[in-house]
């Protein structure tokens, strides 16, 4: 079945933004991982899908410098929704000449917001994503299919 982002907007949220996103490895075989995401448009393209904050070593991170495509899966129960679609990464390791990397702190917490992330110390929240070179990933909603 067909579904839009509202639709995946709501199950995310039902579900406190626990996703899976999986993309492939060279070898073809499929790398999977629990994130937290939310419906976001890409801030440079405006393009519409769902975004998560990435920790700058994660191992995902390079499958999806090399592959550039995923697939977050958002369930709750028996409803799923999924989103498929190229990838964006902007962060201190993947800057975007259309992006000002001083808006980076900004982002990352819109994003962690999006999927539904709080926080009660900003100015530390941002230091920690800092030291651990956290990246926005953006999946662009190519394909949306599910059970919603």
């Given at each position: 079945?067909?579904?839009d982002?509202?639709?995946v907007?709501?199950?995310?949220?039902?579900?406190?933004?626990?996703?899976?996103?999986?993309t492939?490895r060279?070898?073809?075989?499929?790398?999977?991982?629990?994130?937290?995401?939310?419906?976001?448009?890409?801030?440079?393209?405006?393009?519409?899908?769902v975004?998560?904050?990435?920790?700058g070593?994660?191992?995902?991170?390079?499958?999806?410098?090399?592959?550039?495509?995923?697939?977050?899966?958002?369930?709750?129960?028996?409803?799923?929704?999924?989103?498929?679609?190229?990838?964006?990464?902007?962060?201190?390791?993947?800057?975007?000449?259309?992006?000002d990397?001083?808006?980076?702190?900004?982002?990352?917490?819109?994003?962690?917001?999006?999927a539904?992330?709080?926080?009660?110390?900003?100015?530390?929240?941002?230091?920690?994503?800092?030291?651990?070179?956290?990246?926005?990933?953006?999946?662009?909603?190519?394909?949306?299919?599910?059970?919603?």
């Open positions: 079945m067909s579904a982002l509202e639709q907007r709501t199950l995310s949220l039902q579900e406190h933004g626990l996703a899976t996103v999986a492939t060279a070898d073809g075989t499929v790398h999977a991982s629990v994130v937290n995401a939310g419906v976001f448009g890409d801030p440079v393209t405006g393009a519409p899908g975004a998560y904050v990435a920790v070593q994660a191992h995902k991170l390079t499958l999806l410098r090399r592959a550039g495509h995923a697939t977050v899966t958002f369930r709750r129960g028996w409803n799923w929704l999924s989103v498929t679609g190229a990838t964006h990464l902007i962060g201190p390791d993947d800057p975007d000449p259309a992006f990397p001083a808006g980076l702190p900004q982002l990352l917490r819109d994003v962690f917001i999006a539904t992330g709080t926080h009660d110390d900003w100015a530390e929240y941002d230091r920690v994503m800092a030291e651990e070179r956290r990246v926005a990933v953006f999946v662009r909603a190519d394909r949306i299919i599910g059970n919603p």
